[in-house]
């Protein structure tokens, strides 16, 4: 391993461990403070900072780094490759989502009228700033020095990890013994490999973003 590749590993290492560190802070002290303040401040500001924390730090890095930012997050790639993909992807966890509602709920209720924020920070935000960072940054710079399925592991504990502080804020409401946990976090890692997979084959992040939406939106319009 030359110097160049330490020093890449050690500055992606580095990225990763401050984000995590932000992120955490930011769901369980920061957030809950805002809350306290008002709902609308918080709805207002939540994004906002999502936004910053999540994406600037990748621009930066792209832009020092003299990377086409678009091209290399895989934003403007293959339009018709991306549409088929996103189409199959959607069409999969659409319907994963409403099999696995009536089999372990046995309630086919569904209700789409989400709110405004539901939509902007649930789906529209979460979709798009998650994937970017995960599968179009994260995946293809720790592939740079693993083997893609093994960067696509990787990605997939950080993907569960990075779900961890909201869990800790809201245990309560998420699940109630340890086989719903175990159900819950066995799907984010499967859902994370798949996107990984996805954003293979398809060579684009565009189905990736597209299924993360559609998971999220049937996650809140399924009622059981």
């Given at each position: 391993?030359?110097?160049?590749?330490?020093?890449?590993?050690?500055?992606?290492?580095?990225?990763?461990v401050?984000?995590?560190m932000?992120?955490?802070?930011?769901e369980?002290?920061?957030?809950?403070?805002?809350?306290?303040?008002g709902?609308?401040?918080?709805?207002?500001?939540?994004?906002?900072?999502?936004?910053?924390?999540?994406l600037?730090?990748?621009?930066?890095?792209?832009?020092a780094?003299?990377?086409?930012?678009?091209?290399y997050?895989?934003?403007?790639?293959?339009?018709?490759?991306?549409?088929?993909?996103?189409?199959?992807g959607?069409?999969?966890?659409?319907?994963?989502?409403?099999?696995?509602?009536?089999?372990?709920?046995?309630?086919?209720?569904?209700?789409?009228?989400?709110?405004?924020?539901?939509?902007?920070n649930?789906?529209f935000?979460?979709?798009?700033?998650?994937?970017?960072?995960?599968?179009?940054?994260?995946?293809q710079?720790?592939?740079?020095?693993?083997?893609f399925?093994q960067?696509?592991?990787?990605?997939?504990?950080?993907?569960?990890?990075?779900?961890?502080?909201?869990?800790?804020?809201?245990?309560d409401?998420?699940?109630?013994?340890?086989?719903?946990w175990?159900?819950?976090?066995?799907?984010?890692?499967?859902?994370?490999?798949l996107?990984?997979?996805?954003?293979?084959?398809?060579?684009?992040?565009?189905?990736?973003?597209?299924?993360?939406?559609?998971?999220?939106?049937?996650?809140?319009?399924?009622v059981?």
């Amino acid at each position: 391993m030359n110097f160049v590749e330490t020093s890449n590993r050690y500055s992606l290492l580095k990225h990763i461990v401050f984000f995590y560190m932000i992120w955490a802070l930011s769901e369980v002290v920061l957030f809950p403070i805002l809350r306290m303040k008002g709902v609308i401040f918080s709805d207002t500001f939540g994004p906002i900072w999502k936004i910053t924390v999540w994406l600037f730090p990748v621009v930066a890095i792209l832009k020092a780094g003299r990377y086409p930012v678009l091209t290399y997050l895989k934003l403007n790639s293959g339009k018709w490759p991306a549409m088929l993909w996103s189409i199959l992807g959607v069409s999969f966890i659409a319907g994963y989502n409403i099999f696995m509602h009536v089999l372990f709920y046995g309630n086919r209720m569904f209700l789409p009228w989400l709110t405004f924020t539901q939509w902007l920070n649930a789906v529209f935000i979460a979709g798009v700033v998650e994937e970017i960072l995960f599968r179009g940054y994260f995946l293809q710079k720790i592939a740079e020095h693993f083997s893609f399925w093994q960067a696509n592991l990787l990605v997939g504990v950080l993907f569960v990890g990075i779900h961890f502080p909201i869990w800790y804020v809201n245990a309560d409401k998420i699940a109630n013994n340890a086989a719903a946990w175990s159900q819950l976090i066995a799907f984010i890692f499967g859902f994370s490999l798949l996107q990984g997979w996805l954003f293979r084959k398809s060579g684009s992040i565009w189905p990736c973003i597209m299924m993360h939406m559609t998971n999220n939106f049937m996650a809140l319009a399924l009622v059981g």
